[in-house]
């Protein structure tokens, strides 16, 4: 089972539509996630993190983590054509000793229809 | 506007070449690393550096070879290119966890690499 599983889609919505993007992972270890947005041609950049089961807000955007069910999702409120991109999530897990990892998902390609 | 930067942003070459793609970063960051991406397919770690002089095989087994002499600068090598190297290079860099906060990767822009 890979650690972090994330539908590629694509998935194409009309402007204006709540988007939900979703991902599992599978290791339980001290960790926290993050939502990496990465636009045509271009590479990705950090939208949101999260450290806790809940939700956490930021604009638009909402990242919501339960860690019973594994379960990490992405919501956008009010898409707009400008969010049309492939979104990833990640998991940091820290091993100690300064030593970090970062796991990615396959990545969500969001088209928004204006 | 993060400053890490990519050469070429697209190269196609024949096979049996040897190309060098060039990362550079102006933001003092100790980590850097080499992801490819493919279309539909994850991030995959091939090399990553901790500091000068270190360098380390990622999670992706990878024929390519990096050096680490100066902190801003992270080139990938490969000595014989082959049409299964065709695809994304994406350099990035992080601060330490004091830094950040996060362990945040900062992404250059990539290079699209054809072997043909």
């Known amino acids: 089972q890979k650690e972090v599983e994330q539908d590629p889609g694509p998935l194409s919505v009309p402007e204006g539509a709540i988007v939900s993007l979703n991902c599992t992972y599978s290791n339980s270890a001290f960790q926290y996630f993050m939502w990496y947005r990465q636009y045509s041609r271009k590479g990705p950049e950090l939208l949101m993190y999260?450290?806790?089961?809940g939700n956490k807000e930021d604009g638009r955007f909402t990242a919501q983590v339960d860690k019973s069910s594994k379960y990490i999702s992405l919501f956008i409120r009010d898409s707009q054509p400008s969010d049309s991109a492939t979104y990833l999530c990640?998991?940091?897990?820290?091993?100690?000793?300064?030593?970090?990892?970062?796991?990615f998902g396959k990545g969500t390609k969001l088209s928004v229809i204006p | 506007e993060a400053d890490i930067y990519q050469t070429p942003r697209y190269l196609v070459i024949g096979t049996g070449k040897k190309i060098t793609l060039e990362c550079s970063q102006t933001m003092g960051h100790d980590k850097m690393y080499w992801y490819q991406q493919d279309p539909g397919m994850e991030l995959h770690l091939i090399h990553y550096?901790?500091?000068?002089?270190?360098?380390e095989k990622g999670d992706l087994s990878s024929e390519s070879t990096v050096s680490r002499i100066r902190t801003e600068h992270f080139p990938l090598t490969l000595e014989s290119a082959r049409p299964s190297h065709t695809s994304q290079y994406l350099c990035?860099?992080?601060?330490?966890?004091?830094?950040?906060?996060?362990?945040?990767?900062?992404f250059g822009e990539g290079s699209r690499l054809t072997v043909l």
């Open positions: 990035a860099s992080s601060g330490s966890l004091r830094e950040s906060n996060t362990g945040e990767l900062f």
């Open positions: 999260t450290y806790s089961s």
């Open positions: 990640a998991r940091f897990s820290y091993s100690g000793a300064g030593s970090y990892q970062l796991t």
């Open positions: 550096s901790y500091g000068v002089n270190s360098t």
